[in-house]
T-cell receptor, first 114, second 112 residues
Framework: DAGVIQSPRHEVTEMGQEVTLRCKPI?????LFWYRQTMMRGLELLIYFNNNVPIDDSGMPEDRFSAKMPNASFSTLKIQPSEPRDSAVYFC????????????FGDGTRLSIL | DAKTTQPTSMDCAEGRAANLPCNHS???????VYWYRQIHSQGPQYIIHGLKNNETNEMASLIITEDRKSSTLILPHATLRDTAVYYC?????????????FGTGTRLTIIP
């Protein structure tokens, strides 16, 4: 079975540019999570969706970050404008909802903002 | 979410059992104990979870104390591929509150 698919795997761009990260969850999973991992802050949840609806976006750092889930098989995390401090590895995860279901993580997008 | 305390790092000889402790003294009655691991450059991987009974699956065993204030993850026969950061997390993980808060974890190194 295909796991969570993220693209791109690596992104290098200059500050001020718009960055869009993409995620395809596992088929049949209806909860989707976006995490960010840095050396300083570790792994932190940015936002999660259930049935395509944002449930908790308290981890979204600021208005420059936005996330959408237009359908059950696709989600995007957008940063506009990007800043060097946004450099991190961004992970997407999905799970079946209903509580206590394990989250399955993608391989992440390594983002570098110059 | 209740916080957890784990040792920063541990070593274990290949082929031996790796026992990773976790303290969660403020755990609530509805919170489960979850274990994930992260191998270098990969996304975290689910290992096991439990509420109050001991649990076992193909990857590991989870031993939870009777008062639920601590737990131990056991990898019965550690291999080099088990070298990773192991995270102990407590969460109710019920509908509408599926958030997992990752701490700093334990860096487990399996020694050949």
């Amino acid at each position: 079975d295909a796991g969570v698919i993220q693209s791109p795997r690596h992104e290098v761009t200059e500050m001020g540019q718009e960055v869009t990260l993409r995620c395809k969850p596992i088929s049949g999973h209806n909860s989707l999570f976006w995490y960010r991992q840095t050396m300083m802050r570790g792994l932190e949840l940015l936002i999660y969706f259930n049935n395509n609806v944002p449930i908790d976006d308290s981890g979204m750092p600021e208005d420059r970050f936005s996330a959408k889930m237009p359908n059950a098989s696709f989600s995007t995390l957008k940063i506009q404008p990007s800043e060097p401090r946004d450099s991190a590895v961004y992970f997407c995860a999905s799970s079946r909802s209903g509580g206590r279901q394990p989250q399955h993580f993608g391989d992440g997008t390594r983002l570098s903002i110059l | 979410d209740a916080k957890t305390t784990q040792p920063t790092s541990m070593d274990c000889a290949e082929g031996r059992a790796a026992n990773l402790p976790c303290n969660h003294s403020t755990i609530s009655g509805n919170e489960y104990v979850y274990w994930y691991r992260q191998i270098h450059s990969q996304g975290p991987q689910y290992i096991i979870h439990g509420l109050k009974n001991n649990e076992t699956n193909e990857m590991a065993s989870l031993i939870i104390t009777e008062d639920r204030k601590s737990s131990t993850l056991i990898l019965p026969h550690a291999t080099l591929r088990d070298t990773a950061v192991y995270y102990c997390i407590v969460s109710p993980a019920n509908f509408g509150n599926e958030k997992l808060t990752f701490g700093t974890g334990t860096r487990l190194t399996i020694i050949p």
